[in-house]
C-alpha cells in the first residue's frame, strides 16, 4: 500500500467501471465540456471525432462535447461552433459518437 492509499487519497477507483441504469462507464472520469470551434460552418469534420476519440482511448467514461448551437438566431454569430440540427452536422456528430463508442466511451452533447 503507497502513501495514497493509507490517506485514502487513492485515484485508483476513477479508472474502474461505472453503472446507472442502462449507462455503462468504462470509468468514472467525466470530461467537462470545453469550447473548441473547429467545425467550419458549424459541421463537426474528422478532426473533432478524432479529437472526442483520444479522449475516450485514454480512459475518459464519459464525455460532454463543447457546447453545441441550435436552430435559432440567436444562438450564436460564431460559424466554427458545431451545429446540432442539419443533416451535415448530424452527419458529423453521427461519427464523433461511433469513434467515441469504438473507443469504449459514452458521450453527450
Ligand atoms: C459549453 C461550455 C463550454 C465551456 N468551455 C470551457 C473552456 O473552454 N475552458 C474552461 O476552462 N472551461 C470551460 N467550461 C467550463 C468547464 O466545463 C468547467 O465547468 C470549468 O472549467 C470549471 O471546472 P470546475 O467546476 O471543476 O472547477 C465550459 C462550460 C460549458 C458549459
Known amino acids: 500500500?503507497?502513501?495514497?492509499?493509507?490517506?485514502?487519497?487513492?485515484?485508483?477507483?476513477?479508472?474502474?467501471?461505472?453503472?446507472?441504469?442502462?449507462?455503462?462507464?468504462?470509468?468514472r472520469i467525466v470530461m467537462a465540456p470545453m469550447s473548441r470551434g473547429f467545425s467550419p460552418n458549424g459541421v463537426p469534420g474528422p478532426d473533432v471525432a478524432a479529437y472526442y476519440?483520444?479522449?475516450?482511448?485514454?480512459?475518459?467514461?464519459?464525455?460532454?462535447?463543447?457546447?453545441?448551437?441550435?436552430?435559432?438566431?440567436?444562438?450564436?454569430?460564431?460559424?466554427?461552433?458545431?451545429?446540432?440540427?442539419?443533416?451535415?452536422?448530424l452527419n458529423g456528430w453521427a461519427e464523433v459518437v461511433r469513434q467515441v463508442h469504438d473507443a469504449g466511451g459514452k458521450i453527450f452533447p
Open 53 to 89: 476519440r483520444q479522449r475516450a482511448e485514454n480512459g475518459v467514461g464519459l464525455i460532454v462535447t463543447e457546447g453545441t448551437v441550435i436552430d435559432h438566431p440567436a444562438a450564436t454569430s460564431e460559424t466554427s461552433l458545431p451545429a446540432i440540427y442539419g443533416e451535415s452536422a
Open 1 to 27: 500500500m503507497n502513501n495514497q492509499q493509507q490517506k485514502g487519497h487513492s485515484t485508483d477507483l476513477l479508472f474502474q467501471p461505472f453503472s446507472l441504469h442502462s449507462l455503462a462507464l468504462q470509468s
